[in-house]
């Protein structure tokens, strides 16, 4: 079983940047692909990116070319860099886990089942 914990959240101005960190506790974490999804009251969640165990990477449309997901297997960590924030980017941030998976990660809620408790990203005009 893996636990989840996101940190790095917070207030930033329009254009700023934010590094997300996913620290993932067992032994078996570089088996796990990891997601990085976001939401806000009244929206879907939705997957901003994603890196599989194979290190194949996805990435939506809406930070594409902002944001670069990547992964240290030995500290257990997944980080998320945004940069060029624009205000459409405040949402709760979570990170999300499945064992294994396929090559090139999914984006789908429904694919991970271990969660973590999500962390706040606010981007001021």
């Known amino acids: 079983q893996v636990q989840l914990v996101e940190s790095g959240g917070g207030l930033v101005q329009a254009g700023g940047s934010l590094r997300l960190s996913c620290a993932a506790s067992g032994d078996t974490f570089s088996r796990y692909t990891i997601g990085w999804f976001r939401q806000t009251p009244g929206k879907e969640r939705e997957c901003v990116a994603a890196i599989s165990w194979s290190g194949s990477t996805y990435y939506s449309d809406s930070v594409k070319g902002r944001s670069s997901i990547s992964r240290d297997n030995a500290k257990n960590t997944v980080y998320l860099q945004m940069s060029g924030l624009k205000p459409e980017d405040t949402a709760v941030y979570s990170c999300?886990?499945?064992?294994?998976?396929?090559?090139?990660?999914?984006?789908?809620?429904?694919?991970?089942?271990?969660w973590g408790q999500g962390t706040q990203v606010t981007v001021s005009s």
């Open positions: 999300a886990a499945t064992y294994f998976g396929n090559v090139v990660p999914s984006s789908r809620p429904s694919e991970y089942d271990k």
